[in-house]
């Protein structure tokens, strides 16, 4: 299925996340799979490269496939990566070979037919290598269109010496009912639990809540929508505790995620913990360094006592385009930089591997290798409990085709009901509204309830 409207839309969308579209010069257009005589075949990918380490993997890549080059494109962030990709696929030229997507932008992509099914070079067999959150984001009509590289299972990490002086222990956080509680005594001694101003910034932890919630506020079904905000059960449970913490002032609703007064506040002791993926660690080590050996992380809480559901806040993939003639050089990179020797290389380098063969080892839980972050957690062995919860049972959960509209406009409809103008409820019946109109306009067949 290939549809102008939506490829537009999509460039749309992403756009207003990153204001100018990152230039992708190089396309996966050229050679045929096979080599030419001694001829490497060359294939193009784009991606970011935050933590400075690709160029490491391509090289071991290079010497274990000496019949493939690969030529890196950094292309900048995420969103500057999917914006010119959206570029490529309306061009009708210019795509990589492959591609590194945040994992709920993987749909949009697959969707409208721009990326390929790696089912057909037996991905499909690796359901069980991989964990469940991650595995269940990269797939679309029940087959995967790229491999996970990493994963970000929702934790909550907490700072130690604030709950002790509010005579809450942490460890005895075991459901949403039991923070509600520890909420209001630590707001009583003048912090906050944590903060959630609805803005844009805190979509990724809404979207993880609501899913551990065993909310479905978006339904894909091909050109079919499905859009309930607020009538669905898991949305409603949602909507309820959130009010309650804005009506009791027991949330910081001025904060952002991710501001200077976020990581200050993070530093004195003002948010005292967060729900967030577990790739946060390093994080509070730079941006709450006077903290050191307060903070501990443990297993978010349950809406309902003795479960134990987990979710996903961010992550990572790799995808090969339907514009590349090499998909076969291609699905190796792929596959390599993801379930083969590429993906413990990422994950020596700090990446939490989503590969439960690399979570279950003994090496990657070994205190002596991950002692700078250990000790900033007081001497918690982090990479165990990550581990753990990285392989918690998760529901099933979609994104929607134009995830990064649904972002975009989070904070224009939900950070109201933040600022105490309309409740959470109807915040996010605007938000459904909006949402419906954004798919409709691409396209879509949208169904709202609510």
Known sequence: MRNGKKIVAATAAAATLVGMAACGSSNGAGDADASNGDAATEIVIWGWDSGNVINDVIEAFEEENPDITVKFNNTGTAADTQTA???????????????MLEDPTVTQFAVTGDLVDLSQFGADEYADDFTAGPWN??????????????????????????????????????TWDDYYEAAKKIRAIGSYITNNAGSSMEYQPFTAQVWQAGAQPWKVDGENITIDMTEDEGMQRYIEFQQKLIDEDLIDTKTQNWSDDWNRELNDGTLASLTIGGWMPINLINGAPDQAGNWRVT????????????????????????????????????????????????????????????????????????????????????????????????????????????QSTFGD??????????????????????????????????????
């Open 413 to 450: 409809q939900i950070s109201r009901a933040y600022n105490k103008e309309i409740t959470l409820e109807e915040a996010f019946a605007n938000y459904a509204k909006a949402l419906a109109d954004n798919g409709e306009q691409q396209g879509y067949t949208v169904t709202l309830k609510g």
């Open 85 to 99: 990709l959206s570029n490529a696929v309306q061009a009708g030229n210019g795509a990589p070979d492959a591609v």
């Open 299 to 406: 297993t978010m809480p349950q809406w309902e006592e003795g479960q134990s559901i987990g979710a996903e806040d961010g992550g990572s993939a790799w995808a090969i385009t339907t514009q590349s003639d090499k998909q076969e050089a291609a699905y190796r990179w792929v596959e390599y930089i993801t379930h083969g020797n590429g993906a413990v290389l990422n994950s020596q380098t700090g990446t939490l591997s989503c590969l439960k063969s690399i979570l279950n080892s003994d090496e990657f839980t070994d205190a002596d290798s991950n002692k700078e972050t250990n000790d900033y957690f007081g001497g918690q062995n982090v990479n165990e409990i990550l581990a753990e919860a990285a392989q918690a049972d998760v529901t099933e959960f979609q994104y929607l085709p134009y995830n990064p509209y649904a």
């Open 137 to 174: 984001k990269v797939q679309y009509d029940g087959k995967p269109y790229a491999l996970p590289i990493d994963c970000g299972p929702e934790m909550f990490f907490y700072n130690k010496a604030v709950f002790d002086e509010a005579g809450v222990n942490a460890e005895d956080i075991k």
